[in-house]
């Protein structure tokens, strides 16, 4: 049953359908194609709308191929960056055994894929449960390809940690056109993981402004978390999350003895209130300026919708919105960024609060290429040891993230320092700080016990929604006892 409150035409958020499906569970869309938009139905088949409207027939059936019972079946598709060139695309499903695909399709026209064609890209054996599943398949700002298959469910947690398992975790992979794939330069442990330690992550995302991944992860029987590993911080390469030892930010099984392995979620829910745990998107629609920069996300079973502000290391003003949505699977972007959601019970829904078109349509032309402008302002002289690192202030022209890079002078030797990235709204100041690295710190002490001279550049940039990047500001200053 859908709840909603009353929808003034430009006040309130709420949800506008935008059609029925049968039991839809994802929504997204081709790069660049600001006509289409692709519903994925969990029997097996891909329906495409196109202006607002169903087109009849299915993009893609799969039907003859995906198992659809328990928690499987066809989950999401994902369109890489080239797909306007190469026409191909990706679904992830379970076949009759259960095992976890992800194949490769091609499209023959916007509106139908090639029946012909279909090559596996990976296969991850996944047969002891019909649960578990993972779900989601999406290519990472990086151009790889990131899926998340659970731990296989039926007593088989210990997956989740071992690291010659592809279940329980994070993977990315390149894949090969006509199938199979590479594993990229960059995998921390040398095969497809990226990260491990998860139960059953259905829904993950990257921020299309940032690039900060964000995983929805669903519990055993106490905790549901949000994860949050931020582009500054290599969007958790190598990162341990902590299950089976942990459930959430507590031992399994605990609200209150605290995990000791891994990371930490930046979000706990606990059962029986929230069930199946689903990470939606960090809202970019600058149409929803209410949700614009805060993370959506829900709970499929009880309906909750709820939006935060992400941060580490435990999300800000996480509150709900004024209405649900009994079954919400998937919470996806078209290709503008505006924000849909798609409930089992069938209807695909926009959020909307001052637009309501379907899809977005592209912005004007030029007005997606004008940069934003950056303020800058930073002290001449800095205790770098004292603070950590080096500070600047700055002022964006325009809702964007800074990123402030820089780099520490001793002598003929030069340290970098780690990177730090700060979402902001239209003139508001900020303050970023690059940090030392152990190395650096150990440079820095030895270099100010000698009284030498040292010195940091720094280097800033700003990038907007539209991704539209502001010019280099650099800057120096010396380093103060």
Same mark, same amino acid.
């Given at each position: 049953m859908l709840a909603l409150c009353a929808a003034p035409?430009? /006040?309130?958020?709420?949800?506008?359908k935008v059609g029925d499906f049968g039991a839809p569970v994802y929504v997204t869309a081709a790069p660049g194609d600001y006509r289409d938009l692709y519903v994925v139905e969990r029997a097996g088949t891909i329906r495409v709308v196109r202006d607002g409207v169903k087109l009849p027939g299915a993009f893609a059936d799969l039907r003859a191929v995906v198992e659809d019972s328990?928690?499987?079946?066809?989950?999401?598709?994902?369109?890489?960056?080239d797909f306007a060139s190469s026409r191909l695309l990706y679904a992830y499903y379970n076949d009759s055994q259960g095992d976890v695909h992800v194949d490769e399709l091609?499209? /023959?026209t916007a509106e139908r894929a090639d029946p012909s064609y279909r090559r596996v890209t990976i296969e991850i054996e996944?047969?002891? /449960?019909?649960?578990h599943n993972g779900g989601t398949a999406v290519f990472g700002p990086d151009g790889m390809l990131y899926l998340a298959p659970g731990d296989g469910g039926a007593g088989q947690s210990a997956n989740a940690q071992n690291l010659s398992s592809l279940l329980g975790k994070v993977l990315r992979i390149d894949p090969t056109p006509g199938g199979g794939h590479r594993t990229p330069a960059g995998n921390p442990f040398g095969n497809e993981v990226w990260s491990r330690g998860l139960r059953n992550p259905f829904r993950f995302s990257f921020d299309r402004l940032t690039g900060d991944l964000v995983i929805g992860d669903v519990g055993a029987a106490t905790t549901e978390e949000i994860d949050f590993a931020p582009a500054s911080l290599a969007r958790g390469r190598g990162w341990n999350y902590g299950w089976p030892t942990c459930e959430g930010s507590y031992a399994q099984g605990s609200t209150s003895t605290p995990c000791t392995t891994g990371e930490k979620p930046v979000i706990d829910k606990f059962q029986p209130d929230w069930t199946t745990i689903n990470a939606g998107v960090v809202v970019r629609d600058p149409s929803l300026p209410s949700l614009y920069g805060r993370f959506l996300y829900g709970d499929t079973y009880g309906g909750q919708l709820r939006s935060a502000g992400l941060r580490r290391p435990r999300a800000a003003d996480d509150r709900p919105l004024p209405f649900s949505l009994a079954g919400v699977a998937g919470i996806g972007e078209d290709a503008a960024g505006c924000v849909y959601a798609a409930s089992?019970?069938?209807?695909?829904?926009?959020?909307?609060?001052?637009?309501?078109?379907?899809?977005?349509?592209?912005?004007?032309?030029? /007005?997606?290429?004008v940069p934003p402008g950056l303020r800058v302002r930073v002290p001449k002289r800095q205790r770098v040891r004292k603070q950590r690192g080096a500070i600047a202030y700055a002022r964006c022209s325009e809702t964007c993230v800074v990123a402030m890079s820089g780099r520490?002078?001793?002598?003929?030797?030069?340290?970098?320092?780690?990177?730090?990235?700060?979402?902001?709204?239209?003139?508001?100041?900020?303050k970023l700080r690059v940090r030392l690295t152990r190395r650096s710190?150990?440079?820095?002490?030895?270099?100010?016990?000698?009284?030498?001279?040292v010195r940091v550049s720094l280097t800033l940039r700003a990038r907007d929604g539209a991704g539209n990047r502001s010019t280099l500001v650099r800057r120096r200053l010396r380093v103060r006892r």
């Open positions: 035409a430009s /006040a309130a958020v709420h949800l506008r328990g928690e499987r079946g066809l989950l999401s598709i994902a369109f890489p960056p091609r499209a /023959a996944h047969r002891a /449960a019909s649960n089992l019970s069938g209807g695909v829904y926009r959020f909307v609060e001052n637009s309501t078109a379907v899809p977005c349509p592209k912005p004007p032309l030029g /007005a997606d290429r520490m002078r001793i002598g003929r030797r030069s340290y970098k320092l780690r990177e730090t990235r700060k979402p902001t709204t239209s003139n508001a100041r900020i710190s150990r440079a820095l002490r030895r270099a100010l016990g000698r009284r030498r001279r």
